[in-house]
């Protein structure tokens, strides 16, 4: 069933699993704020019985990053360019560049869990999208970079956090502030891939991987999800205490003792 398919972004739904593709591959998929407008609306739209949620691209790239149009004075049209965002205040900078943001932050949501299945290139904002979800599956052709810096912007579309928590700080910041390419053999070594296969065998790859996910009883991965998310923040005797504290949740609930 496809319940959205508009400027760049298509996204179905079959049972317990959905699927938003990244289908201009005229273009590598490159992104603009409308696209992120749709990839926010896919978000919103994802039925509350989905349990994961695989992101996938058409064609060689999967993202090749911003539309270079967003570096041209007059921008896209009806959008403000970027020496429009430039001349605004504070305020309203920062609440367009929050708007852009929301086509990043679903993907984490604790009751899905999401996938970048990764072909070609993922560059900049590209990066930022796969680094968004919870689990990345790549093409051993691959390659990750992190241009922002070299444009003398910087990474702003929340993949920050999920790189320096993945691979840390010294790592990241040569990353971000070289550009360089991350290939698909040093992903999947520093933890950016958790796999890495040959594109025969990047479907098959992606469904047991989604299969697999969906094995689990959902209330169960649910608060495994919200451990693991929330134990960067906690001490290690807050996150026993969360630990006690979800075992007694799913306890109750298997007893049938919860209302």
């Known amino acids: 069933m496809t319940l959205l398919d508009k400027d760049g972004v298509q996204l179905t739904v079959d049972d317990t699993v959905a699927t938003v593709t990244l289908n201009n591959p005229a273009k590598r998929n490159a992104q603009s704020p409308a696209l992120w407008r749709a990839l926010a609306e896919a978000g919103k739209l994802v039925p509350g019985t989905v349990r994961v949620v695989v ?3 058409e064609g060689k790239s999967f993202s ?19 020496l429009d965002m430039a001349r605004g205040s504070d305020s309203e900078l920062d609440a367009t560049i929050a708007g852009y943001q929301e086509a990043f932050t679903w993907w984490r949501r604790n009751d899905i869990v999401s996938i970048a299945a990764v072909q070609g290139h ?4 590209g990066f930022q999208l796969a680094l968004a979800c919870d689990l990345r599956v790549c093409v051993d052709d691959a390659q990750f970079a992190m241009r922002e810096t070299s444009l003398g912007l910087v990474p702003d579309l929340t993949g ?3 790189l320096v928590g993945l691979v840390g700080y010294a790592r990241a910041l040569e990353i971000c502030a070289t550009g360089r390419f991350v290939h698909a053999e040093e992903a999947e070594r520093t933890g950016l891939a958790n796999l890495v296969v040959p594109a025969a065998e990047f479907d098959g790859a992606v469904q047991d991987l989604a299969a697999a996910l969906l094995a689990a009883p959902r209330d169960a991965l649910v608060e495994t ?4 998310r929330g134990a960067v923040d906690r001490t290690y005797e807050e996150q026993r205490a969360a630990e006690r504290a979800a075992q007694a949740r799913r306890l109750r609930d298997l007893a049938g003792l919860t209302d």
């Open 122 to 125: 993922a560059v900049g904002a």
């Open 55 to 57: 992101l996938r691209a």
């Open 64 to 82: 090749a990053g911003l539309d270079r149009q967003a570096f041209t004075p007059e921008g896209f049209d009806g959008e403000p360019s970027f």
């Open 225 to 228: 999800k919200a451990l693991l």
């Open 160 to 162: 920050t956090h999920p």
